[in-house]
């Protein structure tokens, strides 16, 4: 049996105390440019989890609990409903056509080199905050960058 997507996602920027954000590259979409996204793996799964979790499977950055970077992480209480993508559609059970994203800050003591798993991403880079919301491929990931100033004080 096909395990389906959970249509609800973190989004986490991640970005420094003078606001540069980390931008990772999809590798199924060359001119994708965003910061950490993934769905829940089960529909019981915290959020803070899914973010910890995501965070580390795409960039090698650990703020999962007990880390030095847990408190860090932080929920913004926040969230979008947009329309997937078509492209993507076949992730999710048939009928499913949008999802819900919430929204996380994670603040990093500098530009850290992440880790990336090259069968999600195949570049990054750390731009001041205002590029990195321009950067973006999603409207939704740009409008959460730019809320980014009200969050990180």
Not at 43 to 50: K, Q, R
Request: charged share 25%.
């Amino acid at each position: 049996m096909r395990a389906w997507k959970i249509p609800e996602s973190v989004l986490v920027v991640i970005h420094t105390p003078a606001l540069d954000v980390l931008l990772i590259r999809r590798a199924d979409a060359e001119d994708f440019w965003q910061s950490v996204t993934g769905s829940r793996n089960s529909e019981h799964e915290p959020l803070a989890i899914t973010a910890a979790r995501e965070v580390a499977e795409e960039t090698g950055i650990d703020c999962g609990e007990g880390s030095a970077l847990a408190a860090q992480l932080v929920d913004w209480g926040l969230e979008n409903i947009y329309e997937i993508y078509p492209r993507w559609l076949s992730r999710y059970a048939p009928g499913v056509t949008h999802n819900t994203e919430h929204l996380f800050g994670l603040c990093v003591p500098d530009r850290l080199t992440p880790r990336l798993d090259p069968r999600e991403h195949t570049d990054w880079r750390w731009l001041p905050y205002r590029e990195a919301a321009d950067a973006c491929f999603s409207p939704s990931n740009a409008e959460a960058i730019l809320l980014l100033p009200q969050f990180a004080r």
